[in-house]
């Protein structure tokens, strides 16, 4: 299984964000795919999740600013960011489980700065 994350960049406050995570090895039809972050100073936290079966969430501190998709012909699965503040700046990755086993994402830089 490996997962590509990708999309991260400069972008100013207020702006918005794709990432994309391209996932192999396994399909997200099969195993849901969940977004982290890793803020610095703080642990990694999990931000959003696309489930298998077609159901998404998103941690409610985000108040609704980030939102996940998914294209199922591409194995992918996205998250979508708005109204981004410089407390979002971190590397985001995605994750997926398989067999008990759980599977990381290199990690995309998202830096929100003017």
């Known amino acids: 299984v490996q997962l590509q994350a990708f999309g991260g960049g400069l972008v100013q406050p207020g702006g918005s964000l794709r990432l994309s995570c391209a996932v192999s090895g396994t399909l997200i039809t099969t195993n849901g795919v969940a977004w982290y972050r890793q803020v610095p100073g703080y642990q990694r936290q999990w931000v959003a999740t696309?489930?298998?079966?077609?159901?998404?969430n998103s941690a409610d501190s985000l108040q609704g600013r980030f939102d996940v998709s998914r294209d199922i012909a591409a194995n992918t699965v996205y998250l979508e960011m708005v109204s981004l503040t410089s407390e979002d700046t971190g590397v985001y990755y995605c994750?997926?489980?398989?067999?008990?086993?759980?599977?990381w994402g290199q990690g995309t830089l998202v830096t929100v700065s003017s």
């Open positions: 696309f489930a298998a079966g077609g159901a998404s």
């Open positions: 994750s997926t489980m398989k067999r008990g086993v759980r599977f």
